[in-house]
């Protein structure tokens, strides 16, 4: 008998623990790929020593599981899926076929780009399809390196043999068992789901955003290094969907696009550089449409339930209507730390993504010598915000993890906002002068609950967004209040921005116009920044504003403009709805599909786009289009040629 049920045992558990033991063969497979990378381009790396190799090790673990989870799906579900067929020659072959052929196949890309890296400088991803797409003497350079590299053929070769050698059957014999064995093995196949999606995913919970090229960040001190960190394999199929980005020419050349719109902003040296410190808070789903005094200026006067910030945008530099690039939060925050706007998809998300990248933090503390820190109150790498923190300038990263108290966890997201904007504010207070933190806030989200003492203390509002609004107003009123008295206070510059917006229920407020206008404030404690300006202002306008602000004297590229010297009339904003272009300035909005404009509107007045002015034949509104479509174009053929080329700083 007890023979017996160690068989069935061992019939029953045998298919998994095998695809286990294949799993277990391809991560050493990716780590030795990891160290031949790293040995053939060592120099390369001059700054790695053995600690930060072996904490880049660590991290590309993550990469090689989401990597092997893409590539064996198939293999797993021919030897997990519950059929008495399985046990069939024929089925163990093909299962063997989809296990050995595409990882063969992944670790052979992995490493020829060993060998391109050196020219490339990133890892490989899905553009190099299109990029050599019309090379047709390919093979030649293939059979070139290949006889160059004649050891890492000979490995090639070596991973292949062990992939057939150690190869573990997941199972011996044509499967016979009842309905008990139909259950059971139904049971493991449904149990193995979640992991393998969590592995593609890069981690488990609803609040971890797939793992994206961005997060290797985390594990390096400089971005080439995340090369190191990655395997070819999960670049790949995380650009295999990637939209290739388009090169306008509508300017012959780029000095004619720059006399239209210069990214490159280049301050007076001379300007007398002030060390104040910088305070960037940006609030989850904070729409215009939550606040009385914005809706009041804007036309459309509501109820709001940000009283806090209503008072203090009174005593702050704030503009009529400030404008969202996009929708969600990683389009969000590379537009308020580093002047790139969402166009065709978030940039962190591309593989255009590089290590030259260079934001408001970055600016500060490699030439100013400021502290920095971000804070997030969610899992360190929910939303590939610390990847994102990390390679924009931030040298310290605060999450829920580093919190350590999950008293104040809301059950959902992260840490209720009230306590870590405490958290947030001593941390401020430990930061050396001169210091930027930012804030990125998190309970205003869904499921739109509030901590149980404030549920009846909180307006209910007409939707449940509302009570969230207010509840971080309230935080923002304590932590305001907190912050008055430290001796930092008076010294500051505080930035408060939304990332976007969420739910409205003011039709004005979800249209093409107002779904995207947000708070945009500009506020200094002892009064030098102040004012209600008929202009506009775009996230992309902060970190240049705030530069200007400082009196910081060197060049940088931001695709926005500095609020303080430009006129109210030259101020825009630039964001997308779908794929045509919408482009804002001087109260007016332009509909551009790429290739001709389709519209103009007098916005203002008109938030629901319902009256085309060129359909009114008018010239003076055909003139007007007709420069506005000017300035978009240059915009657009600075913003995607700079992103393509690789040119976001001041001197590529």
Same mark, same amino acid.
């Given at each position: 008998?007890?023979?017996?049920?160690?068989?069935?045992?061992?019939?029953?558990?045998?298919?998994?623990?095998?695809?286990?033991?294949?799993?277990?063969?391809?991560?050493?497979?990716?780590?030795?790929?990891?160290?031949?990378?790293?040995?053939?381009?060592?120099?390369?790396?001059?700054?790695?020593?053995?600690?930060?190799?072996?904490?880049?090790?660590?991290?590309?673990?993550?990469?090689?599981?989401?990597?092997?989870?893409?590539?064996?799906?198939?293999?797993? #579900?021919?030897?997990?899926?519950?059929?008495?067929?399985?046990?069939?020659?024929?089925?163990? =072959?093909?299962?063997?076929? @989809?296990?050995?052929?595409?990882?063969?196949?992944?670790?052979?890309?992995? #490493?020829?780009? @060993?060998?391109?890296?050196?020219?490339s400088n990133r890892r490989t991803t899905c553009t190099v399809f299109k990029e050599f797409g019309g090379d047709s003497n390919l093979g030649g350079i293939f059979l070139h390196e290949a006889l160059a590299h004649w050891y890492l053929v000979l490995l090639g070769a070596l991973i292949l043999f062990l992939l057939i050698r150690l190869y573990a059957e997941p199972f011996s014999r044509k499967a016979d068992y009842g309905w008990k064995g139909y259950l059971s093995h139904t049971a493991i196949l449904v149990a193995v789901l979640y992991p393998i999606v969590a592995g593609m995913r890069g981690g488990f919970g609803g609040?971890?955003?797939?793992?994206?090229?961005?997060?290797?960040?985390?594990?390096?001190?400089? /971005?080439?290094?995340? @090369?190191?960190?990655?395997?070819?394999?999960?670049?790949?199929?995380?650009?295999?969907?990637?939209?290739?980005?388009?090169?306008?020419?509508?300017?012959?050349?780029?000095?004619?696009?720059?006399?239209?719109?210069?990214?490159? %902003?280049?301050?007076?040296?001379?300007? !007398?550089?002030?060390?104040?410190?910088?305070?960037?808070?940006?609030?989850?789903?904070?729409?215009?449409?939550?606040?009385?005094?914005?809706?009041?200026?804007?036309?459309?006067?509501?109820?709001?339930?940000?009283?806090?910030?209503?008072?203090?945008?009174?005593?702050?530099?704030?503009?009529?209507?400030?404008?969202?690039?996009?929708?969600?939060?990683?389009?969000?925050?590379?537009?308020?730390?580093?002047?790139?706007?969402?166009?065709?998809?978030?940039?962190?998300?591309?593989?255009?993504?590089?290590?030259?990248?260079?934001?408001?933090?970055?600016?500060?503390?490699?030439?100013?010598?400021?502290?920095?820190?971000?804070? %997030? !109150?969610?899992?360190?790498?929910?939303?590939?915000?610390?990847?994102?923190?990390?390679?924009?300038?931030?040298?310290?990263?605060?999450?829920?993890?580093?919190? !350590?108290?999950?008293?104040?966890?809301? !059950?959902?997201?992260?840490?209720?906002?009230?306590?870590?904007?405490?958290?947030?504010?001593?941390?401020?207070?430990?930061?050396?002068?001169?210091?930027?933190?930012?804030?990125?806030?998190?309970?205003?989200? %869904?499921?739109?609950? =509030?901590?149980?003492?404030?549920?009846?203390?909180?307006?209910?509002?007409?939707?449940?967004? %509302?009570?969230?609004?207010?509840?971080?107003?309230?935080?923002?009123?304590?932590?305001?209040?907190?912050?008055?008295?430290?001796?930092?206070?008076?010294?500051?510059?505080?930035?408060?921005?939304?990332?976007?917006?969420?739910?409205?229920?003011?039709?004005?407020?979800?249209?093409?116009?107002?779904?995207?206008?947000?708070?945009?404030?500009?506020?200094? /404690?002892?009064?030098?920044?102040?004012?209600?300006?008929?202009?506009?202002?775009?996230?992309?306008?902060?970190?240049?504003?705030?530069?200007?602000?400082?009196?910081?004297?060197?060049?940088?590229?931001?695709?926005?403009?500095?609020?303080?010297?430009?006129?109210?009339?030259?101020?825009?904003?630039?964001?997308?709805?779908?794929?045509?272009?919408?482009?804002?300035?001087?109260?007016? #909005? #332009?509909?551009?599909?790429?290739?001709?404009?389709?519209?103009?509107?007098?916005?203002?007045?008109?938030?629901?786009?319902?009256?085309?002015?060129?359909?009114?034949?008018?010239?003076?509104?055909?003139?007007?289009?007709?420069?506005m479509e000017t300035r978009l174009k240059a915009y657009l053929q600075q913003l995607l040629t700079r992103i393509v080329d690789d040119r976001l700083t001041p001197v590529s």
């Amino acid at each position: 008998m007890a023979r017996s049920s160690t068989y069935r045992f061992k019939e029953t558990f045998q298919p998994l623990l095998s695809v286990l033991r294949n799993l277990a063969l391809l991560l050493v497979i990716y780590t030795v790929c990891r160290l031949v990378f790293f040995s053939l381009n060592r120099a390369l790396f001059p700054g790695v020593d053995g600690s930060l190799l072996l904490r880049m090790m660590r991290g590309g673990l993550r990469f090689d599981i989401a990597a092997l989870m893409f590539t064996n799906v198939v293999y797993m #579900l021919l030897a997990l899926l519950p059929f008495r067929i399985r046990g069939t020659r024929g089925w163990q =072959v093909a299962t063997k076929t @989809a296990f050995v052929v595409p990882n063969f196949i992944a670790f052979a890309i992995d #490493l020829a780009d @060993a060998v391109y890296f050196p020219y490339s400088n990133r890892r490989t991803t899905c553009t190099v399809f299109k990029e050599f797409g019309g090379d047709s003497n390919l093979g030649g350079i293939f059979l070139h390196e290949a006889l160059a590299h004649w050891y890492l053929v000979l490995l090639g070769a070596l991973i292949l043999f062990l992939l057939i050698r150690l190869y573990a059957e997941p199972f011996s014999r044509k499967a016979d068992y009842g309905w008990k064995g139909y259950l059971s093995h139904t049971a493991i196949l449904v149990a193995v789901l979640y992991p393998i999606v969590a592995g593609m995913r890069g981690g488990f919970g609803g609040d971890v955003r797939p793992i994206a090229l961005n997060d290797a960040k985390l594990y390096c001190e400089e /971005p080439l290094q995340t @090369a190191v960190v990655l395997n070819t394999a999960f670049s790949m199929y995380k650009t295999v969907e990637a939209k290739e980005f388009p090169r306008p020419d509508w300017f012959a050349t780029e000095a004619e696009a720059r006399a239209v719109f210069d990214p490159v %902003h280049t301050p007076d040296p001379q300007a !007398g550089f002030q060390a104040k410190n910088v305070v960037v808070i940006v609030l989850e789903s904070f729409s215009a449409a939550y606040s009385s005094f914005l809706t009041e200026w804007q036309g459309d006067a509501h109820e709001g339930y940000m009283p806090f910030l209503d008072s203090l945008m009174q005593e702050s530099l704030v503009f009529r209507h400030s404008f969202a690039h996009d929708k969600i939060s990683i389009s969000a925050l590379p537009a308020v730390m580093t002047g790139i706007p969402m166009v065709i998809e978030p940039y962190f998300l591309t593989p255009y993504a590089n290590d030259k990248l260079r934001g408001l933090a970055t600016e500060l503390v490699e030439n100013e010598g400021y502290s920095s820190a971000f804070y %997030h !109150g969610a899992q360190r790498q929910s939303l590939g915000l610390a990847g994102f923190a990390e390679s924009v300038g931030f040298r310290q990263q605060f999450s829920r993890e580093s919190y !350590g108290n999950e008293a104040d966890y809301d !059950g959902t997201w992260g840490i209720w906002d009230e306590p870590f904007f405490r958290y947030f504010k001593e941390g401020l207070d430990a930061l050396p002068e001169p210091f930027i933190g930012s804030i990125f806030s998190l309970t205003s989200h %869904h499921p739109y609950h =509030v901590p149980p003492q404030y549920e009846s203390v909180l307006p209910d509002g007409r939707i449940p967004m %509302h009570k969230c609004v207010a509840y971080t107003d309230m935080v923002l009123r304590k932590f305001f209040d907190s912050c008055s008295r430290e001796p930092w206070y008076r010294n500051t510059l505080f930035v408060i921005t939304g990332d976007h917006t969420n739910r409205i229920d003011i039709p004005s407020y979800n249209g093409p116009v107002g779904g995207n206008l947000i708070p945009i404030i500009f506020y200094t /404690p002892d009064g030098s920044l102040k004012g209600m300006r008929n202009g506009i202002a775009q996230q992309t306008d902060i970190q240049a504003t705030v530069l200007s602000y400082l009196g910081y004297g060197h060049p940088h590229v931001s695709f926005g403009v500095d609020l303080l010297t430009t006129p109210d009339e030259d101020t825009f904003a630039f964001y997308q709805r779908g794929d045509v272009y919408q482009f804002v300035q001087d109260g007016y #909005l #332009l509909c551009f599909d790429g290739e001709k404009t389709i519209g103009l509107y007098r916005f203002a007045d008109d938030m629901l786009l319902e009256h085309n002015l060129l359909e009114d034949g008018d010239s003076e509104t055909a003139a007007r289009a007709s420069r506005m479509e000017t300035r978009l174009k240059a915009y657009l053929q600075q913003l995607l040629t700079r992103i393509v080329d690789d040119r976001l700083t001041p001197v590529s």
